[in-house]
Structure formats: structure tokens, C-alpha cells
């Protein structure tokens, strides 16, 4: 008895792949998306600071910095080598140093505010001054002695900036709000460097006059916060 062996043809090439191998490109492309949409709500919950801090360890867990070198926490908020974080982590930094060293002066009831590059210690003009006048009171004195040791302990310049509301004042001491400004930016600063002992070289002042508003000027409320001395720590300025 003959046996009939069946003949089998060779294979094409390329004929036992799976079909729909796409779909598997497919569905990885949406589990990669899928991570990145869940990471991004995540940091949007974030204080920016925290961010800050995950950015910086993670610099220094994988070496990313030119030559090896590394971002590292000290008691210098400001050195040679700063210029290797972004001028907004540094203002990050720096908003956390002034607000926990406002705390331990017992600075609580004063206002502090980040912006790009500076953080801004702000004071209401009647913790300092009578009205339309430039002569510090004597409650002023104690407020701006534990403003200087927070400018010490911090060790960045400060630009002290006087502003005024829009309402005109003529007298034989100050013609016009600019010379007021100035005035009260310049007895901040003397009194910060010669009573208080903070360096001459941390501290400038400067008027801006009512050109620099907070608030609209056409309500009482507006002019009284538009009145005020801001204490402007500046992280460029070393």
C-alpha cells in the first residue's frame, strides 16, 4: 500500500507575523500619554516649592549639571554658583527664607508677596509715618528693628521703595509726592543702618511717588493700601 505524504509549500516570508501588531504600538503610545496627563495633574496640585525641591534632588540624584556639579542646601542663600538654578526657583527659595524668618521676628501681621526674580516684604505707611510726614513714629522702631535682623539673617539687598497715594501735597518740605516718597524711603533706610546696624551695602531707596498703585485710587480703601513702604529683596542683585 502506498502512503501519500502531503507536500507543504515554503512559507512567504513574512506571512506568520501578527496582523495587528499596530495595535500594540497603539495601545503603549495611550498608556505613555495615559502617565504624562497623570503627572501633569499632579505637579498642578503642587506647591510651587515642593516642585522646586523635587527639581533640585533629582538634579542631583542623576548629575545633570555641566562638570558634575550639584545643587546643595547650605545657610548662604547666595554664592558663585547660583546662577546654575532658574532665576524662579531662587525666588521660590528665597519667598520660604524670608516668610520662616518673618515668623521667628515675629513678623506675622506683615505682608509678603513672590514675584519674578523678588519677593516683596510690604508695609502699610501708617505702621511707620503720620500722615503726609517722613519722620518715623515710635511704634515704627520696633517693627523695623526685626526687619533688620531678617535682612541680616537673609543677606540679599533690599531696594526700600516709598509710594504714595495720588492726592497732591504742596508744602515747604515736600513739593510733591516724589520728594515725600523719597523721604520716607531714605528715613527706612537710615534708620536700618544706623540703629540697627544692617550693612549700608545691602540697602538703597527709592520714591516712586502715587505712579506705582496697588489699587484704584478712587476709593478710600485703594489709597490707603497704595500708601506704603515695600522692602524689595532682590535676588539679581548679587
Known amino acids: 500500500m502506498r502512503r501519500h505524504h502531503k507536500s507543504h509549500s515554503p512559507a512567504t516570508p513574512g506571512t506568520d ?5 499596530w495595535q500594540i504600538v497603539y495601545t503603549g503610545f495611550i498608556l ?17 516649592s515642593k516642585i522646586t525641591r523635587f527639581a533640585n534632588s533629582f538634579s542631583n540624584a542623576v548629575s545633570v549639571l555641566d562638570k558634575g556639579q550639584s545643587i546643595e542646601e547650605g545657610d548662604t542663600m547666595l554664592n558663585a554658583k547660583l546662577n546654575l538654578l532658574a532665576k524662579e526657583d531662587l525666588s521660590v527659595k528665597l519667598f520660604e527664607k524670608v516668610r520662616q524668618v518673618s515668623r521667628e521676628e515675629g513678623l506675622d501681621q506683615i505682608e509678603i508677596e513672590q514675584q519674578k526674580g523678588r519677593v516683596v516684604l510690604r508695609l502699610k505707611d501708617k505702621l511707620l509715618f503720620e500722615s503726609s510726614a517722613a519722620t518715623l513714629t515710635d511704634e515704627a522702631f520696633s517693627i523695623l ?12 539687598p533690599v531696594e526700600i521703595q516709598g509710594h504714595t497715594d495720588d492726592r ?9 509726592n516724589w520728594e515725600l516718597s523719597t523721604a520716607r524711603a531714605i528715613s527706612v533706610l537710615r534708620y536700618l543702618n544706623h540703629s540697627v546696624g544692617v550693612n549700608a551695602g ?7 511717588a502715587e505712579f506705582k498703585p496697588l489699587a484704584s ?8 493700601k497704595n500708601r506704603r513702604v515695600d522692602l524689595v529683596f532682590n535676588v539679581e542683585g548679587k
Open 32 to 48: 505613555i500619554m495615559l502617565c504624562f496627563f497623570v503627572m501633569l495633574t499632579s505637579f498642578a496640585s503642587l506647591d510651587p
Open 168 to 176: 497732591p501735597i504742596r508744602t515747604d518740605r515736600f513739593p510733591s
Open 217 to 224: 485710587n478712587g476709593h478710600t480703601a485703594g489709597r490707603a
Open 202 to 208: 545691602l540697602l538703597s531707596a527709592i520714591g516712586y
Open 145 to 156: 528693628g526685626k526687619i533688620g535682623h531678617l535682612i541680616e539673617k537673609i543677606g540679599v
Open 17 to 21: 507575523r501578527p496582523k495587528d501588531g
